[in-house]
């Protein structure tokens, strides 16, 4: 999405916008380098250009003691003059096809200790683009908001999600915690697909258990909606802990998806419950003690 704001931005004023082929581009002016994640690995070869800028979370966190670490002061924020312009979708043709993408609010009140949001956006979602500043009538809309709902202007922005008659996709996912009466009336005007919650803290099980009940009973499920919950696992649970969150999603007919905290030094029971759940034989083995027999 930055790629796409920047060559939109440059395009506008007259520059010549290119994908980098170190064989066939020759010299360059400026290369952007963009990656969200810190073990993406960066580009092996040698850049033909005046000037190289490397931005996105990737490049702001690093490992401290074992445990990732997000430095402001490496975050490069677009200016807002690219930050607000339409994004140029011709520089991903397979991906945005009647397709858009975007940000309607940043920020999260959650603070959670294995996110990022608080460090680089704040601890509180704030609005910052109505819909039509990248969308134009596309037919599907990507959402990257990590927490909508927690914005005191939800109600209007998810008005104009309803507006647009467009299928919608919120990929970091809506805070269950926060579905009330009202929002979820909008939510059901809304033509969702892929809906994403997390059960993450255990210590919410009071607020989150009736909230997915409440979502199940409006009749979404993993077939309608394609409703799948995110699960930390290895972060601050016991095994009991992940298996009853589990468990309460084939209750509901949700999609679980345990998300392992450190993959690289988790326990390996922790890689056999992902295993089981993001299996087509989830729905077919009821237990995980079960399906354990069956793999040993």
């Not at 908001?145 to 299928?167: E, F, G, T, W, Y």
């Not at 009991?240 to 949700?254: A, H, K, P, S, T």
């Amino acid at each position: 999405l930055p790629l796409m704001k920047i060559s939109a931005w440059h395009k506008a004023q007259g520059d010549h916008v290119e994908w980098y082929s170190p064989m066939f581009s020759g010299h360059m002016d400026k290369v952007y380098m963009s990656k969200v994640f810190s073990f993406s690995p960066d580009y092996e070869y040698f850049v033909d250009a005046d000037e190289i800028i490397q931005g996105g979370t990737g490049y702001a966190i690093s490992l401290v003691d074992g445990v990732e670490q997000f430095d402001k002061s490496k975050d490069k924020p677009l200016p807002d003059e690219i930050e607000h312009i339409y994004p140029d979708y011709s520089l991903y043709p397979e991906y945005t096809k009647d397709k858009a993408y975007g940000f309607l609010t940043r920020g999260c009140p959650r603070g959670c200790g294995f996110c990022h949001v608080e460090a680089k956006e704040g601890r509180c979602s704030y609005k910052v683009a109505d819909l039509s500043e990248f969308w134009d009538g596309q037919k599907n809309i990507v959402l990257s908001d990590p927490n909508i709902l927690a914005c005191k202007d939800h109600m209007d922005l998810l008005k104009q999600l309803v507006d647009s008659k467009a299928k919608v996709e919120f990929n970091q996912g809506l805070d269950i915690r926060l579905i009330n009466d009202r929002n979820l009336e909008l939510l059901k005007q809304i033509k969702l697909t892929n809906i994403h919650f997390a059960f993450d803290r255990w210590q919410d099980k009071d607020i989150i258990e009736p909230r997915l009940r409440q979502f199940a009973k409006a009749g979404y499920n993993r077939n309608k909606g394609k409703v799948m919950v995110y699960i930390l696992v290895n972060f601050d649970t016991t095994i009991e802990q992940d298996l009853y969150r589990i468990q309460l999603c084939r209750e509901l007919n949700f999609s679980p998806y345990p998300m392992i905290y450190d993959k690289e030094h988790c326990d390996p029971i922790h890689k056999k419950i992902q295993r089981w759940c993001n299996n087509f034989i989830f729905w077919s083995v009821p237990n995980f003690e079960e399906y354990m027999k069956g793999v040993c």
